[in-house]
């Protein structure tokens, strides 16, 4: 990401969200997760990283806006924030016994995600697909490529009826294996 990706995800993030309700993949396949370490991978807000600390996790909580870390520090203490930008940011080595990646798309990161589970440490991902060439959507089938070192638990590609933007979305849960 630029300067400018930083500056507006800053932006977007000056006013709080109203919708803190954490996501449906995630409250559904939580349990599947040793309690332990979880990184949530571009956090926002924290709907997410806050939900995973209630559940009894030692949260990392990663993204490039300040704004919306400072704030998710400031309500919630026990999390970790980390604000870095994700183009460049390294995920430590077998370190998480969960890894969520919601509704944010960075490829170079596939092998990372993959390195920094423990063993049988559970992703949980979910995106949007597109046909087109959008470099911030999935291609159809492309998440169970990129993942398939993991044991594929539940995999789901569906519409979005009355999306705006984004037609499809893509859902997986996977564990590394031993």
């Not at 977007?12 to 109203?18: D, F, K, L, V, Y």
């Not at 370190?95 to 992703?123: A, E, V």
């Not at 949007?128 to 638990?153: G, H, M, Q, V």
Request: charged residues 25%.
């Amino acid at each position: 990401m630029t300067k400018s990706d930083k500056i507006k995800w800053n932006q977007r993030h000056a006013t709080p969200t109203a919708d803190m309700e954490p996501s449906r993949i995630l409250k559904t396949y939580v349990h599947l997760a040793k309690k332990g370490r979880a990184l949530d991978i571009a956090c926002g807000q924290g709907r997410n990283a806050v939900y995973l600390a209630e559940q009894g996790f030692r949260v990392d909580a990663v993204d490039i806006s300040g704004v919306a870390l400072a704030r998710l520090k400031d309500a919630h203490p026990e999390l970790q924030t980390i604000h870095r930008d994700l183009d460049t940011w390294q995920i430590p080595q077998g370190r998480y016994n969960l890894i969520i990646n919601i509704r944010f798309m960075d490829r170079r990161l596939f092998p990372g995600i993959i390195k920094g589970l423990t063993s049988k440490g559970i992703l949980i991902f979910e995106s949007f697909i597109s046909d087109n060439d959008d470099p911030y959507c999935l291609k159809p089938n492309e998440l169970l490529s990129a993942f398939r070192a993991l044991r594929i638990l539940f995999y789901e590609e569906k519409d979005l009826p009355g999306s705006d933007h984004f037609n499809e979305q893509v859902s997986l849960v996977a564990v590394k294996p031993e």
